[in-house]
């Protein structure tokens, strides 16, 4: 079964430090990768998307990684500030899958403290 | 990039009732689709929304549950009809301007609580 799996569930910084969420998906083949944030109350909103042959993609802060061959992908947010408090998910797009073939990780909750 | 809005924001409703959460986009859309997303999980496709034909249901939602409708390419209904208590859940409209590798856009969503 294509399955996405994010680590950790939970996760607590202090203002200005950096981290990195973790998602691991067995989805095969695929056609991209997905990082989205939620603020609380909020719809998801993009981060970035990758496709299968990249292996990095930055936005701002924010910057995605890819190893297909483990099959792992990272978020890493540098510089953390309190408006980085949200959920991040991760969503795997199965190849020729369409939209209704999205397969959607169950987020981490990342709490960024003063 | 494509400005969603949902309402009602929020709602609390008794068992038994229905609640029509309404999506209306800023500009016209290929795709529309309706998720929900119960607490502490990823989110759920409910259905994709079809200008001017039945929507088209994934496994486990069914029409005379979640009714849904897209009379143009900006706005859409979505029922929730006779509501349990397993009904309470976040609801959010998501667009797709074109099919294949386009941005996904979500909706605020609509919580819903049912008694």
């Known amino acids: 079964k294509n399955q996405v799996e994010q680590s950790p569930q939970s996760l607590i910084i202090l203002e200005g430090k950096n981290c990195t969420l973790q998602?691991?998906?067995?989805?095969?083949?695929?056609?991209?990768l997905r990082w989205y944030k939620q603020d609380t109350g909020r719809g998801p909103v993009s981060l970035t998307i990758?496709?299968?042959?990249?292996n990095t993609k930055s936005n701002g802060r924010y910057t995605a990684t890819l190893d297909a061959d483990t099959k792992q992908s990272s978020l890493h947010i540098t510089a953390s500030q309190l408006s980085d408090s949200a959920s991040y998910i991760c969503?795997?797009?199965?190849?020729?899958?369409?939209?209704?073939?999205?397969?959607f990780g169950a987020g981490t909750r990342l709490a960024v403290h003063p | 990039s494509a400005v969603i809005s949902q309402k009602p924001s929020r709602d609390i409703c008794q068992r038994g009732t229905s609640l029509t959460i309404q999506c209306q986009v800023d500009?016209?859309?290929?795709?529309m689709f309706w998720y929900r997303q119960q607490p502490g999980q990823s989110l759920t496709l409910i259905a994709t929304?079809?200008?001017?034909?039945?929507?088209?249901?994934e496994s486990g939602f069914v029409i005379d549950k979640f009714p849904i409708s897209r009379p143009n390419l900006t706005f859409s209904t979505l029922t929730v009809s006779n509501m349990s208590p397993e009904d309470s859940s976040i609801y959010l409209c998501?667009?797709?301007?074109?099919?294949?590798?386009?941005?996904?856009?979500f909706g605020p969503g609509t919580r819903l609580l049912v008694l």
């Open positions: 500009s016209q859309v290929t795709m």
């Open positions: 998501s667009v797709v301007r074109t099919s294949g590798g386009e941005t996904q856009y």
């Open positions: 998602c691991n998906y067995t989805v095969s083949p695929f056609s991209n």
């Open positions: 969503v795997v797009d199965p190849l020729q899958g369409g939209y209704n073939k999205l397969i």
């Open positions: 929304a079809n200008q001017g034909s039945e929507a088209t249901y």
């Open positions: 990758m496709t299968f042959s990249e």
